[in-house]
Nanobody, 115 residues
């Protein structure tokens, strides 16, 4: 069973930065891809960023150039560095990973950006 535990959410002013962390209960070499989704009130969950085992990355257009996803294989952790945050980035952010054909999710962490 794969467990993903997020941390690092919080309240920040527009223009500020936050770094989210997602710690996995297993080696992240076995989890690919990994990434972050977010869900704002009344909206569908959307993919924010993803990273493969080779380090290849993919970003939503709305965050490209502001967010950076990375992975530390030694710590079994994936990070999402969020810079130049905007009020529209406010959402619950979920860590996600895929093992074989099964999706795993973290419990979510709230990010609130005030204007």
């Amino acid at each position: 069973q794969v467990q993903l535990v997020e941390s690092g959410g919080g309240l920040v002013q527009a223009g500020g930065s936050l770094r989210l962390s997602c710690a996995a209960s297993v080696s992240i070499f076995s989890i690919s891809p990994m990434g972050w989704y977010r869900q704002a009130p009344g909206k569908q969950r959307e993919l924010v960023a993803a990273i493969g085992s080779s380090g290849s990355t993919n970003y939503a257009d709305s965050v490209r150039g502001r967010f950076t996803i990375s992975r530390d294989n030694a710590k079994n952790t994936v990070y999402l560095q969020m810079n130049s945050l905007k009020p529209e980035d406010t959402a619950v952010y979920y860590c996600w990973g895929k093992v074989a054909l099964k999706n795993y999710w973290g419990q979510g962490t709230q990010v609130t950006v005030s204007s």
